[in-house]
T-cell receptor
Framework: DAGVIQSPRHEVTEMGQEVTLRCKPI?????LFWYRQTMMRGLELLIY????????DSGMPEDRFSAKMPNASFSTLKIQPSEPRDSAVYFC??????????FGEGSRLTVL | RKEVEQDPGPFNVPEGATVAFNCTYS??????FFWYRQDCRKEPKLLMS???SGNEDGRFTAQLNRASQYISLLIRDSKLSDSATYLC???????????FGSGTKLNVKP
């Protein structure tokens, strides 16, 4: 069975550029989560969706960040414009309600 | 106050040692509890769920104390391959929101 699939795995970009991260959750899972992980702040929840609807986006750092889930099998996290302090590993995860959380391999973002 | 708090460690132990991690959570309405393991530069993966009655999986034992709002993980006969960061995870119950601790780093030495 395919797990959570994220792309790109690595991205290096320059400050000011738009970054789009993509995620395909496990088929049948109804919850999708975007996390950001840094050494300083650990794993932070940015936003999560239930049945494609954003439930809580209080973790989104600022208006430069946006996330969409147009259907049950796809989600994007966009940063526009990107800044060096956005450099981190961004994880997408999915689950069934009250079930185990499955993570993708992450997208490692470096903003120069 | 953070939703989930853990001692960041690192815990440096010799092979064969027994090591215990604790974490505390703030929301008494939390319903599901987990321990995740994260290897360096990898994604977190489920180690085990934590049940009210306590549960064991081989060398690993997890316990939950709802009254004191803490969760523990005991690793017996530790192996070099147990070296990783262990994350305590609590599901807040409402709307399936998972809260992660900052992780406890374990180094098992030969």
């Amino acid at each position: 069975d395919a797990g959570v699939i994220q792309s790109p795995r690595h991205e290096v970009t320059e400050m000011g550029q738009e970054v789009t991260l993509r995620c395909k959750p496990i088929s049948g899972h109804n919850s999708l989560f975007w996390y950001r992980q840094t050494m300083m702040r650990g794993l932070e929840l940015l936003i999560y969706f239930n049945n494609n609807v954003p439930i809580d986006d209080s973790g989104m750092p600022e208006d430069r960040f946006s996330a969409k889930m147009p259907n049950a099998s796809f989600s994007t996290l966009k940063i526009q414009p990107s800044e060096p302090r956005d450099s981190a590993v961004y994880f997408c995860a999915s689950s069934l309600m009250d079930g185990e959380l499955f993570f993708g391999e992450g997208s490692r973002l470096t903003v120069l | 106050r953070k939703e989930v708090e853990q001692d960041p460690g690192p815990f440096n132990v010799p092979e064969g040692a027994t090591v215990a991690f604790n974490c505390t959570y703030s929301n008494s309405a939390s319903q599901s509890f987990f321990w995740y393991r994260q290897d360096c530069r990898k994604e977190p993966k489920l180690l085990m769920s934590v049940y009210s009655s306590g549960n064991e999986d081989g060398r690993f034992t997890a316990q939950l104390n709802r009254a004191s709002q803490y969760i523990s993980l005991l690793i017996r006969d530790s192996k070099l391959s147990d070296s990783a960061t262990y994350l305590c995870v609590v599901n807040g119950g409402n709307f399936n929101k998972f809260y992660f601790g900052s992780g406890t780093k374990l180094n098992v030495k030969p």
